[in-house]
């Protein structure tokens, strides 16, 4: 999302001065898509030291984004980390104190605030269209085919990503924070993991060797995709990653399946939920105000009845009987046209942002607090105070 970018958009403004990575093949890899126009380095600390660069930018696995952005900002260089900020609350306020103690700065990359779609609703709902903003009912689907991914890589140990409330979710959760303009006070949460996970016999430790490749309709075989075979397959003997996990493996412990309620600070409700499991990908939003009605809804993704398709439905039900239909263009890009926008954003700088659609530190917080918040709720069968877990910088 940067690298590439960084070496053929923003050359007038920006540099890659190193890039450090603990798999070092991965890391020359990245080295030679960029022109190798930047050295590799052998730690962190080393590529911060020779570079003296203005920001880092952290996208490692998220357990350890709060390592990288704290020592980045000790070293005194400001930071642009990829969502979600951090996994807990421990690491959360610690990323949060670093910040006031150094004087340097956080940017999360809450790429969804730029997706045209998103941004025509955050603007229809400040024009007061709705009224005042009185309930959500927020329904999100990852079909089997993106879903799944996240079963087979990193992220389906929670000491990795916090789990699916933290690593997918902190996108929705800051999506309604910034449309609502309020702050998550209460949570409650369920969870389970019955789809994915130990539910079958069937199973392997990976794809590329597993008894069950003909017979198994989540078989990736990924010496077939020339991206996957150079970015993993041929780096795994550094790390011992795999990238073709058994979706059915007995370590996962994320939940594919979750619900949960937010109370919010300007007395706003919301209900949510998150199904890894879908027919189908994207998703729907319900929003009830005191004049009205919003609803939207998104279609996409490789699989299903919306195969190839890219769906945006956007609806005002209005006091007077009214239904009003908003047209919104498709536009092309990753994650709806988002990341682009975000990019000119971040590395053109002095960009007027009147709807404050560039996220700081408090942001990611408060984002990942409905994530903490419902995961604590989970394993301890309790409504949870976001006043439990982070503490309000001073």
């Known amino acids: 999302m940067f690298a590439l970018p960084l070496t053929q958009q923003f050359t007038d403004v920006a540099k890659i001065v190193g890039i450090y990575d603990s798999n070092h093949k991965r890391a020359l890899l990245l080295q030679h898509k960029c022109g190798d126009s930047f050295p590799v380095f052998e730690s962190f600390e080393e590529m911060i030291n020779n570079t003296k660069p203005d920001i880092v ?59 045209p779609f998103i941004v025509r609703m955050k603007e229809l709902l400040k024009q007061g269209s709705i009224g005042d903003v009185l309930s959500v009912h927020f329904e999100w689907f990852l079909d089997t085919d993106h879903g799944a991914d996240y079963f087979r890589r990193w992220h389906r140990k929670k000491a990795n990503s916090g789990g699916l409330l933290i690593h997918k979710s902190t996108h929705h959760f800051d999506f309604i924070n910034w449309l609502l303009e309020e702050e998550p006070v209460e949570v409650s949460a369920f969870g389970t993991l019955r789809f994915y996970g130990p539910t079958r016999e069937e199973r392997g430790v990976r794809c590329l060797t597993c008894n069950y490749q003909h017979s ?114 498709s536009v092309g890009g990753a994650h709806g046209g988002g990341d682009e926008r975000l990019l000119k954003m971040l590395f053109r700088g002095g960009l007027p942002d009147p709807l404050h659609q560039q996220a700081s530190s408090w942001d990611g917080a408060l984002s990942n607090a409905i994530g903490f918040m419902a995961n604590k709720s989970m394993r301890e069968g309790r409504s949870i105070l976001f006043s439990e877990l982070v503490k309000r910088p001073m």
């Open 57 to 115: 930018i952290v996208t490692t696995i998220d357990s350890y984004h709060h390592e990288y952005i704290i020592k980045a900002m000790e070293l005194g260089c400001d930071v642009i980390t990829e969502k979600p900020m951090t996994i807990d609350e421990d690491k959360c306020n610690a990323i949060l104190e670093a910040e006031q103690r150094t004087g340097r700065t956080v940017t999360v990359t809450f790429n969804m605030r730029f997706r």
């Open 216 to 329: 198994c309709e989540f078989y990736l075989d990924i010496t077939k995709d020339p991206a996957l075979t150079e970015m993993y397959l041929e780096t795994e003997d550094v790390d011992g990653y795999y990238r073709d996990n058994c979706v059915f493996s007995e370590e996962i412990d994320i939940e594919d399946s979750v619900s949960l309620n937010v109370k919010y600070s300007g007395g706003a409700l919301m209900s949510y939920s998150l199904t890894a499991h879908s027919p189908y990908e994207g998703f729907r939003i319900s929003i009830n105000g005191s004049k009205g009605r919003m609803e939207a809804e998104t279609f996409h993704g490789a699989v299903g009845p919306f195969a190839g398709e890219d769906i945006n439905q956007l609806r005002i039900y209005n006091r007077e009987q009214e239904e009003i239909t908003i047209k919104v263009p």
